[in-house]
């Protein structure tokens, strides 16, 4: 078992699996949330002909979506049964540049270092016992010049309120049990991860979604949802 792994997260994930790719089901806010975070991604760092690994890509949202744009997409998480949903998807969609492994960011960082052109890590941190550890890793696997993204969950009252008593109880967007208030992070420890391992930030951004019309945008307001970009210095 890997130690910077919480099993029980894992499990959690890997009971879910097979409503992974349903739009309305239990990961219909994933697959809401998507176009804004590609297009994102998509516009910093251009895909097309990007290799990339997305790192704790679950049933492959994510994953498939940069493979649709042309990058080269390496998926990888440690939870077993997303990864085979993954897989399954993506061979039904007849995609040849996308493929899935079981290993974790640092034994990946270790095999491969300085190999991919862009780094995502989305919704993924807050799910792990050491962030900064998969913070230092997605450094790792970045070629100088690269760029590595993340995105994960501020940890303030109002983020409680939105993204645990709102999302998770209130309008039942996402699965109860999903989230862990503790394991929020602030966009300043986040920032303080990445110059630690050697990045520079580049952009902070809010994410705002409204659970009537299901649309997501980016903001300035980092206070519940947010998605940061990284640079590795060439
Ligand atoms: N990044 C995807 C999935 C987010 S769900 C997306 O945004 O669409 C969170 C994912 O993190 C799950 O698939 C879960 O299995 C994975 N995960 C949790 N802890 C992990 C760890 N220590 N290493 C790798 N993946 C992990």
Known sequence: MNANADPQELSKFGELAHTW???????????????????WVDAKAGLRGRRIVDVGCGGGILSESMALRGAEVLGIDLSTKPLRVAQLHAMEAGLANVVYREVSAEALAAEAPASFDVVTCMEMLEHVPDPASVVQACATLARPGGWVFFSTINRNARAFLMAIVGAEHALRLVPKGTHEYARFIRPSELSR???????????????????????????????VNYLVACRRPA
Do not use: K
Not at 207 to 222: G, I
């Open 193 to 223: 991860f990445a110059r630690d391992a050697g990045l520079a930030v580049d952009e902070v951004r809010g994410m705002a979604f409204n659970p009537l019309t299901h649309r997501a945008w980016l903001t300035h307001d980092p206070s």
């Open 21 to 39: 790719w349903d739009p309305l089901g239990e990961f219909r806010t994933l697959h809401e949330i998507n176009p804004l975070r590609l297009d």
